[in-house]
């Protein structure tokens, strides 16, 4: 199922959302990653992950309107 699409209009895009899936903790998914184990070993970047979250939630807030 794709959880997005993307809409050009005149050179502007624009991504609809046809799915809003349920939110996990970015932590979940960055776990699942190869390319961000950096973020937990040798040590876990806490603030890293929390700075993460925060882009994640800033953006469903925006897309719920």
């Known amino acids: ?5 993307f809409h050009g209009r005149g050179g502007r895009g624009e991504v609809v959302h046809t799915h809003i899936p349920t939110r996990k903790p970015v932590e ?3 776990k699942l990653q ?7 070993e040798p040590n876990r970047q806490d603030e890293s992950i929390r700075r993460i979250q925060e882009r994640v ?6 897309v719920k309107g």
Request: aromatic share 28%.
């Open 1 to 5: 199922m794709r959880a997005a699409r």
């Open 57 to 62: 939630d800033a953006y469903w807030k925006q």
């Open 28 to 30: 979940v998914y960055l």
């Open 34 to 40: 190869g390319w961000f184990r950096h973020l937990f």
